[in-house]
């Protein structure tokens, strides 16, 4: 079945940095667009992140920009999100997510509902003292 994987995740202190990485089960990355999620307790997901498979150019919410990096690596098949300077309200599950027969844009993928596409299994992430 085809699926995305995703490693990394874990608790922090304040400050502190994690890696996230997004692998396609039975599928191959080719020019997909690879968005990030995060959903915190009792709120709303929050589109996070995305970079083309076209040509690599990525997109950043307000949230994040300056802080969390996203890379793709097609010959590792794999799309990290690097998080830096992490604080407590960066704390919830991470996703990520593709969908393999839509628009291959960033602005397609980040506002696809959570029925749409691939997505991965989830992966915490705490920032706490």
């Known amino acids: 079945q085809e699926r995305l994987v995703q490693s990394g995740g874990g608790s922090v202190q304040p400050g502190g940095s994690l890696r996230l990485s997004c692998t396609p089960s039975?599928?191959?990355?080719?020019?997909?667009?690879i968005g990030w999620f995060r959903q915190a307790p009792g709120k709303e997901r929050e589109a996070v992140s995305c970079i083309t498979g076209t040509d690599a150019s990525t997109n950043y919410s307000d949230s994040v920009k300056g802080r969390f990096t996203i890379s793709r690596d097609d010959d590792e098949e794999t799309v990290y999100l690097q998080l830096a300077n992490l604080h407590p309200g960066d704390t919830g599950v991470y996703y990520c997510?593709?969908?393999?027969?839509?628009?291959?844009?960033?602005?397609?993928?980040?506002?696809?509902?959570?029925?749409?596409?691939?997505w991965g299994q989830g992966t915490q992430v705490t920032v706490s003292s």
């Open positions: 039975e599928f191959s990355l080719d020019y997909y667009a």
């Open positions: 997510a593709t969908d393999r027969f839509g628009p291959l844009s960033c602005d397609y993928v980040l506002k696809m509902a959570a029925g749409i596409g691939t």
